[in-house]
């Protein structure tokens, strides 16, 4: 029997989503700690760490209107141990990409919630972090990446996936300032 987890798999396939840039919301940070208590419940000792991350955990940064969580666990690779137990706390699986820091995605049904798993040496999540704390921190980031995204958003996307990609050199552009930094301050 062919093993599952190690196929790269978008279940459900490619959708066509409009991209809608929301102004800041306050209770997206109240949104992620409802979801963050039902994710610390549902993998317990499992859990190796919880994170806000995205344009939602961004003071003052218009963003779409979807939470995006980091979760590590032991081994992302190994869905046995964690993935049932989100799915029976509403998570539906959405993406499997082994051949990339054997990252998995699950949602909510509403499509309002991303949770996306690592394991701890996946350096995406130190990348997340940093790109975050880097979009508190310096406005002309922020606004740069808001008005990147804003014009990015009138168009037409077949997947949001496409959209991302779109984002990419604006964001390279404002992680490496940010690691730039990092290196200098120490």
């Known amino acids: 029997m062919k093993d599952q987890s190690r196929e790269t798999v978008l279940i459900g396939g490619i959708e066509k989503r409009e991209i809608v ?3 800041y919301d306050p209770s997206w940070p109240k949104k992620f700690a409802v979801h ?5 419940k549902a993998l317990k000792d499992r859990l190796l760490l919880i994170e806000h991350v995205g344009s939602t955990s961004v003071p003052g940064l218009a963003a779409k209107p979807i939470i995006d969580i980091d ?3 032991e081994d992302s690779s190994n869905e046995s141990t964690y993935l049932s137990a989100l799915e029976e706390a509403g998570y539906e699986l959405r993406v499997r990409e082994p051949d990339w820091h054997e990252h998995r995605m699950l ?3 509403e499509r309002d919630v991303h949770v996306h798993i690592f394991s701890p040496d996946s350096p995406e999540v130190e990348r997340h972090l940093v790109f975050r704390n880097r979009l508190r921190k310096k406005t ?3 606004q740069l990446y808001e008005s990147i995204k804003r014009k990015l958003s009138t168009q037409s996307w077949d997947d949001m996936n496409a ?5 990419s050199e604006v964001m ?4 490496a300032s940010a690691f730039q930094e990092l290196t200098d301050d120490s």
């Open 107 to 109: 949602r909510t049904p």
């Open 172 to 175: 390279e552009r404002i992680l």
């Open 163 to 167: 959209y991302a990609r779109a984002k």
């Open 140 to 142: 002309d980031d922020r």
């Open 71 to 73: 979760v590590v666990v």
């Open 36 to 40: 963050a208590k039902v994710i610390r």
């Open 21 to 23: 840039i929301a102004d």
